[in-house]
């Protein structure tokens, strides 16, 4: 016989942690870290602060818990690119995505990775050193994918597997924090094709 287990004190019925979060998301995402307040985000959620703490942690916990899903929906295109078959396709992937990502209509403009806690006080130091290290996580897999290129010889010997990566994401967080002050997706594209041409080839 099976027993329903009992939602979590404070936990109204019908609510929906995968939808909240999804609102969680977006007001990180249009607000930051500081700049979001429990007010805004339980409102967005329509929780109570009491429901967001059972279901969610702490607001530092939210925070978490929306930059990986943020990982896993409109940044999913990195782990995409990844897949590609050659080093310039990855490269291509990657920005192509980032310009998507960031001009995406109906979403915020920019990147939660990026915006998400630039400039930090005391109360967001965490976040912003989450955001760095979710940026370098990042780095370190196109570094190890470009190193496998130039085990294979798709990429040249003397190509640095560290500094393409570390350019490809120089490019994407500009191009993010480009798409947050208007510029539309058709000039953020040529930005990107721009930043391949002198891409090295095997």
């Not at 400039?119 to 990042?138: C, F, P």
């Amino acid at each position: 016989m099976k027993t329903r287990q009992k939602a979590p004190i404070g936990r109204p019925r019908g609510f929906d942690a995968d939808e909240a979060l999804e609102h969680a998301v977006r007001v990180f995402w249009e607000q930051g870290y500081e700049g979001a307040s429990l007010t805004d985000l339980t409102n967005a959620m329509g929780i109570t602060r009491t429901s967001m703490y059972a279901a969610f942690g702490n607001k530092e916990d939210l925070f978490r818990k929306a930059l990986e899903r943020y990982t896993e929906g409109p940044a999913s295109y990195g782990a995409r690119a990844l897949q590609e078959p050659t080093a310039r396709q990855v490269a291509i992937a990657f920005l192509n995505g980032s310009v998507r990502a960031t001009t995406r209509p109906g979403c915020p403009t920019g990147c939660l990775g990026v915006q998400g806690s630039l400039a930090a006080g005391d109360t967001g130091s965490n976040a912003r050193d989450a955001l760095i290290t979710w940026r370098n996580e990042h780095t370190s897999l196109l570094r190890d994918r470009f190193r496998q290129a130039v085990d294979e010889g798709d990429l040249p010997p003397d190509a640095d597997p560290e500094v393409l990566a570390r350019y490809l994401m120089t490019v994407a967080n500009g191009i993010a924090v480009q798409a947050v002050g208007g510029i539309t997706r058709d000039r953020l594209q040529l930005v990107a094709d721009m930043a391949l041409q002198s891409w090295p080839t095997g």
